[in-house]
């Protein structure tokens, strides 16, 4: 099952700067091969279920190791069956609507 | 690890009621033996990170298959390393303080 | 216009307890004389629109009296023109579906 | 109050497309001349509390005229009394980390 999934994992008890735990988040995602945009609020990742969750989990397991005790997570994920459709494909729906 | 999850399934294109699939995911986290509290914006879960993930996943087949050809799910999820913490613990926090 | 919103407020930058700060958001919306639920990952809230995001801004205002440098939230929130709901009716139309 | 905002917005009860509604809600939130972000999953905001709350409020207006009998929204916001930050900054803070 293919998900667009959006992730904003947030370490809590480290103080208010959390762009080097994005960045190890961001590392963790590139390992396993999966596709990522970063934006201002989270990381859109897509893929199969089994990878992108694993992949989550490993993020959560690395902020931890890097000294958060705690960690609040956000994500967004979107699953369908009536046809395939890609991050890019989402953005693409919405410029070509706005071009119209 | 330890996860609590809160989960939000929002079928898309079978109309406006929801109940009928929010029902049916609770049979699903019901047979995972998992720890369920329904609120009126989503349910809250704990358990091991595989067994609550697993089961999220076990959602979007089920409401995929009732006839809903997409889906749109947020979650909230929480780790830590620095205490074990259920959904009673995190309740009964608030309410404590409430009370001093 | 009517919302039911789900609100999950995070203070950071002050160490990994949240619950004083949550007990001072739900005193900030009782003063505002909403109708509140508490659950492990947030609280429901429900009511007028203006009404509900004024006293969401004054949580952020007060948790920042607190001295939390900045906070990270997250909300649900669902409005509909077909019909009326309130937090117990979301409830309540899952429990009943439970029960046939 | 500056506020960076992420707005996912989904129509319910209108079939499984939402990105008319996405191109509706951007022409809101250009009318408003607020600073904003297209992503896969939802759109970035920034600007002052009142400003970008009001035009999320008309979103859900617009979308409910457009006959959407009913809407789920999640957003993820973040204020901070610390330093002001921009939607730029934030992303701009991950990738010169990633570049180190």
Same mark, same amino acid.
């Given at each position: ?12 008890? %480290?103080?208010?700067? +959390?762009? @080097?735990?994005?960045?190890?988040? *961001? !590392? ?7 596709? $990522? ?14 990878? %992108?969750?694993?992949? +989550?989990? @490993?993020?959560?397991?690395?902020? *931890? !190791? ?7 997570? $956000? ?18 729906? +919405? ?6």
């Amino acid at each position: 099952m293919y998900v667009i999934l959006d992730l904003c994992l947030v370490p809590m008890g %480290v103080g208010v700067s +959390v762009s @080097k735990y994005v960045v190890a988040c *961001h !590392e963790v995602l590139k390992k396993a091969k999966l596709k $990522t945009e970063l934006h201002a609020y989270g990381t859109n990742i897509e893929g199969e279920w089994d990878d %992108v969750m694993a992949a +989550v989990k @490993k993020c959560h397991e690395k902020v *931890h !190791e890097m000294g958060a005790p705690r960690i609040t997570t $956000t994500v967004k994920m979107g699953t369908r069956t009536d046809r395939s459709q890609t991050i890019q494909d989402k953005i693409e729906s +919405v410029l070509q609507k706005q071009s119209e």
